[in-house]
């Protein structure tokens, strides 16, 4: 077989993550390749440093992105913090909740679940039942933003909850990091991570983390090793920095133009400004809510704690998502994502994250989904929906 040089369809992609990345995310990471210690590389990799720390709104030391996607990230936190024996309050409202119950497994520690229905937040007074039922509970573990219902729990309380009752905060904020308020100083977080590929618009590959002191000197206390070689923060620091030293030894060859993406993403955050960003999102978010309502489609979740970054769309009846998805990429490279677990065949779910976010996007996504419901014959109002859209986009 004679292979010939891959050239992907160009699509716009707004489903769950990867989102649409940026040209000048692409021709960064095209740049050439230079030495992982090279003097102009270390430099590079302190202005990361401080750019993470930015979009987290953070000061903390300990701040770095992990060199594996997001799911990496999550692993970081808790192979670093949990030890054979500690039990951690895991909070599963999705997906992502249940892998966190199963890195608290493999960690050797104790899950305590708390469940709550797919479509809802974490309840705020289950998790205080269960801290006051559980003193000496190692950890409370949480997904701000669960990207497999659209849902957005209440971090700033959930920290808070943590703190009081001496247990270390664990979040994902995956799919909010960039596209809705992260505040890890403000919140107290102990422990945050979070990836790329969704409102920063960078491909996928990289996780930004960040541990406060708290979290910093619960790694230092640990009695055992850290399980995972290549995941040990003591380890990994070396290579990053942790001192005023300014001295760095080899752990692992860093992704180099991987990190040059990364760099110039949040360069593009910066340039936005972090504040900014979270309006953006909002804004077209309520655009695409304001469109859908005006067709009569509706969404899972309640208003309150809908994500602006993902929104998970119910199927008008007798639709076939799983046509309609198929259609959207044949016609118009259009990807948008399938429900999963129990909401498979429900909902859609729709991205708007980073790049993605944007009020073509929005009117784009509507008039085409407007199209394909009008084809199944789906009872909906037509001509409506760009418009009310724009409203809300271009209105006063
Ligand atoms: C996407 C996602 C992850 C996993 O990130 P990967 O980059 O796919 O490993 C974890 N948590 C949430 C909430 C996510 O949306």
């Not at 044949?330 to 790049?355: D, H, S």
């Not at 976010?357 to 929906?385: K, N, W, Y």
Request: charge should be negative.
């Amino acid at each position: 077989m004679t292979a010939k040089s891959f050239n992907p369809p160009v699509r716009v992609l707004m489903g769950p993550g990867p989102s649409d990345v940026h040209p000048r995310v692409l021709s960064a990471m095209a740049r050439p390749t230079i030495g992982h210690l090279d003097p102009a590389f270390v430099g590079m990799m302190d202005e990361l440093k401080d750019l993470i720390r930015y979009t987290f709104q953070t000061e903390n030391q300990l701040t770095i992105p992990v060199s594996a996607p997001g799911s990496s990230g999550m692993e970081a936190c808790f192979v670093n913090l949990v030890e054979p024996g500690d039990s951690v309050i895991v909070c599963r409202n999705g997906v992502f909740g249940m892998r966190m119950t199963e890195n608290v497994e493999r960690c050797g520690g104790m899950p305590i679940l708390i469940d709550d229905d797919w479509g809802k937040p974490v309840d705020l007074n289950k998790v205080e039942e269960a801290l006051k039922a559980n003193p000496g509970v190692k950890a409370l573990a949480f997904v701000h933003a669960e990207t497999s219902t659209g849902v957005r729990s209440d971090a700033a309380a959930l920290c808070a909850l943590a703190q009081e009752h001496g247990a270390l905060s664990i979040v994902d904020t995956v799919t909010s990091l960039g596209g809705l308020p992260v505040e890890v100083d403000k919140w107290g977080a102990d422990a945050v991570y979070s990836g790329t590929q969704k409102c920063i618009s960078c491909p996928p590959g990289l996780s930004p983390v960040t541990f406060n002191e708290r979290a910093a000197e619960a790694v230092k206390a640990r009695k055992t090793k850290v399980q995972s070689w290549f995941l040990d923060m003591s380890l990994v620091m070396s290579y990053w920095g942790d001192g005023d030293s300014g001295a760095r030894s080899y752990h692992h060859t860093a992704p180099i133009n991987a990190l040059y993406g990364l760099h110039e993403a949040l360069v593009m955050v910066q340039e936005e400004g972090i504040e900014n960003a979270w309006a953006r999102h909002a804004k077209n978010h309520d655009a695409f809510r304001a469109g859908l309502e005006a067709m009569g489609v509706g969404l899972l979740v309640d208003k309150e704690y809908r994500l602006p970054s993902l929104n998970t769309v119910l199927v008008p009846d007798g639709v076939d998502e799983a046509a309609v998805r198929t259609t959207l990429l044949q016609r118009y490279n259009l990807e948008i994502g399938a429900g999963l677990g129990a909401l498979a065949g429900k909902v859609w779910r729709i991205g708007m994250m980073g790049t993605s976010s944007t009020p073509h996007h929005v009117t784009h996504c509507l008039s085409a989904l407007e199209g394909m419901l009008s084809e199944f014959q789906a009872d909906i109002t037509t001509g409506v929906a760009t418009g009310a859209a724009e409203a809300v986009l271009f209105g006063d």
